[in-house]
Structure formats: structure tokens, C-alpha cells
């Protein structure tokens, strides 16, 4: 079980908007960058954003990512098919068992 | 551009150590903006991260993994190791390699499947 906590799934219309939640605790998100992953199906994680909401060369803005207190959000605007994938966010996390952490995952579907 | 392969068996026995090598290409792994990191992904399941290095052999595990991991890094050869001790089924993964930004894994390995089983 993570401690980070995301939506198993969410689902859009091509050209829609959504937004996948990250939620965590003070010990994690609420004090520390968080970053969001993209996994096409069969693939390696691709680095959406990184410290928030910054997007590394090549990404579209399309995808933007913010944070508010102890969760994070990622955006996604003009869904399209190929979007289908699945979407994890991460951060450290400094408790007693202090080390890097992803949330569950979660299944974006474009219908 | 940089790239990052996994290398190593693909079958592993239970009890036994699983050893993986990645190969960095298209830059250095000495690199001081950088550590280099292991992740898991168990089938069907979400991302692990086991652990990172830096080029001075400076590590950071995680502690739930600890007690099994050693990670080692050769920079003549411009690769980074993983040894994962008495391993068992729950090991099973899709292991990839990634650069360690500490604030993200910026570029990933395409992984390598490691089945434990007898």
C-alpha cells in the first residue's frame, strides 16, 4: 500500500480535460517536490513533470502539474487517444522509513 | 542523447541473489548533478524504487529493501549495479534503471524482466 494515494482510474473524451489527483502528508508531498510519470502500456515510466510543475524539453503543455499543501494534481487538457496510459506521481518521503515513493498508479482511459 | 540499458539474467532461483548491470551511453555517469537509481515494477503493479548511487559509491536505500540491496557503481566502465539477495517470487519485476535528478528519475532504461522461480 503507498503513501501516496491516487484514483485507480479517471476517464475523458478526446479533446476533454482531466486531472489525476496525488495525496499524501506532510511527511511527503507537503514538504518536498513531487513529480509525475507516464507509462504507455509495454513501456518504460516517460518524466512528465518534475519539481511540481515543470515539464523537461519535448513535453507538450498540455500536461501541467501543481501542487496545494499536501496533494499534488496533474492536468491534462486536449486528451487524445494516445494519452491512454498510466500515470504515477512521486516524491521523497522523510519518515522513519525515509526514501523515494510513488503512488499507486493511475489508469487513465480516453473513450 | 543518454541512454541507460539493463543487463543480467532473467531467471533467477529463490534464495538466490539477483545481479543487474546498467550500461550508461551518451555521457558520463561521473556526472556530479546526478545520482543513478533502481526501480521495480512488479506485474500488474505500481512503481518501487529500491534505491540510488552516486559516482563516488555515496548510496541511499529503500529501508524496506535494505537489508538485501547493495548497489555498486564502476565508472571506468560507465555502468551501475544492482545485487538483490535471497530472493523470492514476491521478487518478480520488470527492474529498470533511471537517472536520479534527486528531485525525479529523468531518464529511464527500457527494463528488464526478472522471474524468480525454481
Known amino acids: 500500500q503507498s503513501v501516496l494515494t491516487q484514483p485507480p482510474s479517471v476517464s475523458a473524451a478526446p479533446g476533454q480535460k482531466v486531472t489525476i489527483s496525488c495525496s499524501g502528508s506532510?511527511?511527503?508531498?507537503?514538504?518536498?517536490?513531487v513529480s509525475w510519470y507516464q507509462q504507455l502500456p509495454g513501456t518504460a515510466p516517460k518524466l512528465l513533470i518534475y519539481?511540481?510543475?515543470k515539464r523537461p524539453s519535448g513535453i507538450p503543455d498540455r500536461f501541467s502539474g501543481s501542487k496545494s499543501g499536501t496533494s499534488a494534481t496533474l492536468g491534462i487538457t486536449g486528451l487524445q487517444t494516445g494519452d491512454e496510459a498510466d500515470y504515477y506521481c512521486?516524491?521523497?518521503?522523510?519518515?522513519?522509513?525515509?526514501?523515494?515513493?510513488f503512488g499507486g498508479g493511475t489508469k487513465l482511459t480516453v473513450l | 542523447q543518454l541512454q541507460l540499458q539493463e543487463s543480467g539474467p532473467g531467471l533467477v532461483k529463490p534464495s538466490e541473489t539477483l545481479s543487474l548491470t546498467c550500461t550508461v551511453s551518451?555521457?558520463?555517469?561521473?556526472?556530479?548533478?546526478?545520482?543513478w537509481g533502481w526501480i521495480r515494477q512488479p506485474p500488474g503493479k505500481g512503481l518501487e524504487w529500491i534505491g540510488s548511487?552516486?559516482?563516488?559509491?555515496?548510496?541511499y536505500y529503500n529501508p524496506s529493501l535494505k537489508s538485501r540491496v547493495t548497489i555498486s557503481v564502476d565508472t571506468s566502465k560507465n555502468q551501475f549495479s544492482l545485487k538483490l539477495s535471497s530472493v523470492t517470487a514476491a521478487d518478480t519485476a520488470v527492474y529498470y534503471c533511471?537517472?536520479?535528478?534527486?528531485?525525479?528519475?529523468?531518464?529511464w532504461g527500457q527494463g528488464t524482466m526478472v522471474t524468480v522461480s525454481s
Open positions: 512521486g516524491t521523497w518521503d522523510s519518515s522513519l522509513s525515509a526514501g523515494k515513493v
Open positions: 519539481e511540481n510543475n
Open positions: 533511471a537517472r536520479d535528478t534527486i528531485s525525479a528519475f529523468d531518464i
Open positions: 551518451g555521457g558520463s555517469i561521473s556526472s556530479s548533478s546526478y545520482y
Open positions: 506532510s511527511s511527503n508531498i507537503g514538504n518536498n517536490y
Open positions: 548511487i552516486y559516482y563516488s559509491g555515496s548510496t
